[in-house]
């Protein structure tokens, strides 16, 4: 038996200390060390004298020029939810390893038996529970409607008891729900601890690897929503997917960090119902209010979550300031970004909001991080200032410059086509980004200034 020994590992990067620092000596964040126990590994000099063959640690192994190396494709097969297809970049492949945060109760355990119940029907899958009893499963199965699947259940947390009906059963996809509750014998620290996450992800991934098994991993996230455990963990993988939504919505956002097989950033959009999750087929419907009729303040957008062209609504709201300190708040858009355009609209457009409080929302719970709402900030605010409603079915697109610029972004005319499919029928967009073929159903207006963007919006 192994002798224990106590180490302090930091929570972010994995580093280890002999004692606890207030800031870790690997990462240098504060606050990150965690007193763990773990037991001491063989020396490299006795691990070295017990192999002789070319297997044993240590010894030589046989290296493959790049240019012998033929790269292939793998295939990939569907989940049974095209929205999740998209975000792994069109389905899962084989040897692959998935790691999926969320919340608590987001409904990452419901997504997922979704998905493998689906999978079930062409291919061998096993789901393996670490949280819920098998009879606390099956009643969300059955509230599912995939009670009668061919799925293969299991419920254990011991990681060596885990990997030997993995290798017994062979099958083709599992699930590890969730990667916080499994625990190896080999270490004495506690299920969940840096230590017993890293070590039980690495031989599940090695697992994955050997075996041509497609393994998915459910994570916890931290309050802050990053996900709990090392960093390493994340680098262990080949896709990190978050599964995020307001408790008060029944839509469920799943987003793309990381994947080495497909696009990052990509975005999958559900809709949370009584009988599990199901596909949004139209999500920029989502995020777009439902106004009566025209109203000042409010300006929509195509932001692109990835490769789907996302139609989006900003409002703002511009009100006399109280107390003599005007405030600048936004929701879903960098704080930073507000200052920097309102700067720019007294400068170059003249148009001041010096003694007001501005209010800059992104309906629906969406962020929106790159610079083509820049330019539909802008309208919005001066519409809300000027109580000045923008005219119906109008969509705008376009990165602000310093100078007063309107800059191009990328894939303007895929912006323009959604626009043009959801019934609006006029564009202000960048000179650079309009079409050399007019699109059908939509007038499209380029301009080059931040002044000739505010003409243009007055109609």
Known sequence: MAKSRTTHVC?????????????CPGCAEWNTLVETVVAAHPSPGSAALAGAGPGAPGSARTVSPLATLAPHAEPRFPTG??????????????????????????????????????????????????????????LRARRLGVEGAPLG???????????????????????????????????????????QVRECAAQFTRHAKAAGCA?????????????????????????????EGETHSSYRLIRAFKNRFGAVNELGVFAMTERGLRDVANPSAMFLSQHGGDVPG?????????????????????DEA??????????????????????????HAGVSCADQDVFLNVVGGV????????????????????????????????????AGEIRPVVRGVDRIREAAKLGFTRAIVPVANRPRQPIEGIEI???????????????
């Open 445 to 459: 207006v380029g301009v080059s200034r931040v002044e000739e963007a505010l003409e243009a919006a007055r109609g």
């Open 322 to 347: 109280q107390g003599g300190h005007p405030r600048r708040l936004t929701v879903g858009m960098d704080n930073q970004r507000l200052s920097l355009l309102l700067a720019v609209l007294h400068r």
């Open 367 to 402: 962020r929106v991080a790159e610079p083509s709402a820049d330019l539909p900030a802008l309208l919005a605010i001066v519409s809300s200032l000027r109580a000045r409603a923008l005219p119906g079915r109008l969509v705008a697109f376009g990165e602000v410059g310093l």
């Open 11 to 23: 929570s972010a990067c994995g580093a280890q200390s002999t004692k606890w620092q207030g800031q």
């Open 81 to 138: 939810s095209g929205e999740l297809d998209r975000v792994l970049g069109g389905g899962l492949t084989r040897a692959s390893v998935v790691l999926i945060g969320g919340d608590p109760g987001i409904g990452k355990s419901t997504l997922l038996l979704q998905a493998l119940a689906a999978i079930a029907a062409d291919r061998k899958a096993l789901y393996v529970t670490g949280e819920e009893s098998l009879q606390q499963v099956a």
């Open 153 to 195: 259940m299991l419920a254990e947390t011991q990681v060596e008891a885990v990997l030997a009906t993995l290798a017994a059963e062979r099958p083709e996809v599992a699930v590890i729900d969730s990667i916080q509750t499994v625990w190896s014998e080999a270490l004495a620290s506690a299920p969940g601890s840096v230590a």
């Open 215 to 243: 393994l998915v991993m459910v994570g916890h996230v931290t309050k802050e929503g990053a996900l709990a455990g090392p960093r390493v963990l994340e680098h262990m993988v080949d896709s990190v997917l978050y599964f």
């Open 298 to 318: 409010s300006c929509v957008t195509v932001t692109l979550e990835g490769s789907r062209p996302l139609a989006v609504e900003l409002q703002a709201l511009v």
